[in-house]
């Protein structure tokens, strides 16, 4: 061999075009020229119907058939078809189990290499696009496309059957399978069923206790990519849903639908056993405990049981004494944000809850209803001791803690016990001289609200 011949080997050989801007090589002077338009921009073959612009002849071709219809490639095991034959070649891979492309670091595989590139930015952390009126970054240019309809309302799938619209097509395609009963994907474990691939493998999660997203921030660690883009909001404080009416903002979507139906009124999930009626599916499971006595949530240190772990939760700030939620005006600590909430308006005055029968107004609106209740003469719940009834359920079992003698509330810093956590609240002033309530004639100041009452009443009426 010359010398003074380049060594051509298998990948260089034949390839005599080279590209001076990357350096990328071609054994056809077409294939260069198609390649420089990545460089120039340059989309010289336009559809004449969506005027959408290609690079090569071929894309164009292939392109018309989304206007056309025509599905040329066929898989020959369940009849789907395509108009590439590179989909079908993808598609055969759900058949024969094939994921030839593994991520290095978490050993997720999957089918196209496409797939694993838009993968690894979970690991990397890049998010490329980002919307140009909230600032929301995305991993891939078509979640930033199905974000903007949320700036701009746009959902233009249609359900023919049922008429619900939806941002993205394969969102109708998938709710099109509920209309058709279809179901395909099945658990080998517990045997529930799908009808998308991607969600059976989120189950399957549950059974492996595979986690594999996890927060940088605080470590908490999510079966699936959407929870844990939900969960950083509690992070960076993002509410991107708002209620139109009243303003209130939402980290999901599903809250805010779930919440628009305060103002609807609509209440689609009805108690087979007594009628009543609730806006969530949740709120229905927790009310059919009423009936069936189900208390599944029970607290190891005194043996009360609940019908909801957030219940049960918030149960245990008794005994660990974790007051999270301060007031900046008074510095008093509550358990529930709710209650600080509540508490706010002592100082504010706002009591926005008005009984239309005697005007008497609220704080809070379980108040009204509970109010309501001695208007009605609704007393639903019975002692079966000694017959006293109650409006409420936990007015009930309260009082029979008279009965039991049980006093779970105890002082911590001189042993008295209380049959409900407010007296104990209520006693723990006497240690810290805490007196909240104040008279606004004359300054005098109460540990309680109804001291103050009382007092307004004799003192100033």
């Known amino acids: 061999m010359d010398p003074a011949q380049p060594l ?51 894309n164009l071709k292939t392109h018309m058939r989304i206007h056309t219809g025509e599905k040329a490639f066929e898989c020959g095991l369940c009849g789907h078809v395509f108009t590439k034959s590179a989909q079908l070649k993808c598609h055969m891979r759900i058949h024969t189990g094939e994921r030839p492309y593994r991520c290095e670091q978490c050993d997720k595989t999957f089918t196209q290499s ?34 903007m309809r949320i700036h701009t309302g746009e959902r233009p799938y249609k359900c023919e059957q049922c008429e619900k619209t939806f941002t993205m097509s394969s969102s109708l395609k998938d709710h099109m399978k509920i209309h058709a009963g279809e179901k395909e994907y099945s658990c080998d474990e517990c045997g529930k069923s799908f009808n998308q691939l991607s969600v059976l493998r989120q189950h399957k999660r549950v059974h492996d206790g595979l986690k594999p997203y996890k927060c940088e921030q605080c470590g908490k660690t ?109 510095y008093k600590t509550f358990t529930l944000s709710s209650h600080l909430k509540d508490h706010m308006r002592i100082h504010t005055g706002e009591r926005p809850y008005r009984c239309e029968q005697c005007e008497k107004t609220f704080t809070q609106s ?13 007393k639903e719940y019975s002692c079966d ?27 911590e810093q001189c042993g008295k016990t209380f049959s409900r956590s407010q007296h104990l609240e209520c006693h723990l002033r006497i240690h810290t001289g805490e007196r909240p309530y104040s008279c606004e004639q004359c300054e005098k100041t109460f540990t309680q609200s109804s001291n103050l009452k009382y007092h307004m009443k004799r003192i100033h009426p």
């Open 222 to 330: 999510f079966s699936q990519s959407q929870h844990l883009e939900c969960h950083m909001r509690i992070h960076t404080g993002e509410r991107p849903y708002r209620c139109e009416q009243c303003d209130k903002t939402f980290t999901q979507s599903s809250n805010l639908k779930t919440h628009m139906r305060i103002h609807t009124g609509e209440k689609p999930f009805e108690c087979g056993l007594c009628g009543h009626v609730f806006t969530h599916s949740t709120s229905l499971e927790y009310h059919v405990r009423i009936h069936t006595g189900e208390r599944p949530y029970r607290c190891e240190q005194c043996d009360k049981t609940f019908t909801q772990s957030s219940s049960l939760i918030v149960h245990m700030r008794i005994h660990t004494g974790e007051r999270p939620y301060r007031c900046e005006q008074c």
């Open 385 to 411: 001791e000694c017959g006293k009834s109650f409006n409420q359920l936990s007015g009930l079992r309260r009082h029979k803690r008279v009965h039991d003698g049980l006093k779970p509330y105890e002082c």
């Open 8 to 58: 051509k080997t298998p990948r260089t050989q034949g390839k005599t075009y080279s590209c001076d801007e990357c350096g990328k090589s071609f054994s056809q002077s077409q294939h260069l020229e198609c390649h420089m338009r990545i460089h120039t921009g340059e989309r010289p073959y336009r559809c004449e119907q969506c005027d959408k612009t290609f690079t090569q002849s071929s």
């Open 114 to 147: 496409s797939n694993l590139k838009d993968h690894m930015r979970i690991h990397t952390g890049e998010k490329p696009y980002e919307c140009g009126l909230c600032g929301h970054v995305f991993t891939l240019s078509v979640h930033l496309k199905n974000h």
């Open 366 to 378: 379980a108040n009204l209803k509970e109010h309501m209740k001695i208007h009605a003469g609704e």
